[in-house]
């Protein structure tokens, strides 16, 4: 059983339930990222069904161009606002700025406007000092609207965008468009993690096929495809 979803991951480790009575209990594999300092969603809803979801990392993400990135946020009068699409486009701005002293933290995030997909990247902003906007639009498409809305005409400084190598054309696109200018610099690559074969062939010694494999992204499918594990 297969079934598709939306998500992403970050960390090289295995989550899932502890108790022996895991192995009674149908597995269902999750590719994808857990949620980060909170309760775990898909992993409640499962459990409390009776099944032991287990979620595995597909992605990992490296920091690129971050002395470049430091020269442009440390430029703060020369852009209006920030876009993050991502948490590790705001990661990767935390990257830089920890080792800022705070004053110069706490100006960055006053003299820029910033504009966030989602409510994970939108608390992921927050904790940097940032006042998010847009966090309800659910994609980029629909985050370019608000911009469009919000944003005063007379305004010419331009958008700073910070994303990943592998990013869609939506922001560029869209607000271009429109005669606004957008800056766009990746700050992160997304790579296949090569432990992903090792970590499910173990899973699948410990629990047998899982019952249901549930794939978040097109990554998902491409790991499991690359590693020859499309029939676990």
């Not at 430091?70 to 701005?93: C, E, G, M, P, W």
């Not at 190598?165 to 993690?193: F, M």
């Amino acid at each position: 059983m297969v079934y598709f979803q939306t998500g992403r991951y970050e960390k090289n480790t295995l989550y899932g339930m502890a108790q022996e009575e895991d192995e009674k209990r149908k597995f269902i594999l999750l590719l994808r990222s857990p949620t980060e300092g909170g309760i775990d969603q898909y992993h409640k809803t499962l459990e409390s069904g009776g099944y032991n979801p287990v979620s595995v990392p597909v992605l990992k993400f490296n920091f690129i161009n971050i002395d470049e990135y430091s020269d442009r946020l440390s430029n703060l009068t020369s852009y209006h606002s920030i876009v993050f699409t991502s948490q590790q486009a705001v990661k990767a701005t935390q990257e830089v700025i920890q080792s800022w002293k705070e004053g110069k933290q706490s100006e960055l995030a006053k003299s820029l406007t910033c504009y966030v997909v989602g409510k994970a990247t939108s608390n992921t902003a927050r904790q940097l000092g940032f006042s998010p906007n847009g966090e309800n639009s659910g994609n980029a498409d629909n985050l370019c609207d608000y911009i469009l809305l919000e944003r005063d005409e007379s305004e010419e400084r331009p958008i700073l965008f910070p994303c990943s190598n592998i990013r869609k054309d939506t922001i560029i696109e869209r607000l271009c468009s429109k005669g606004i200018p957008v800056e766009e610099l990746n700050v992160y690559e997304t790579v296949h993690r090569d432990e992903i074969t090792d970590e499910i062939k173990r899973l699948v010694n410990k629990y047998g096929k899982p019952f249901a494999v549930v794939f978040f992204s097109p990554s998902g499918v491409q790991a499991l495809k690359k590693n020859n594990l499309l029939d676990i």
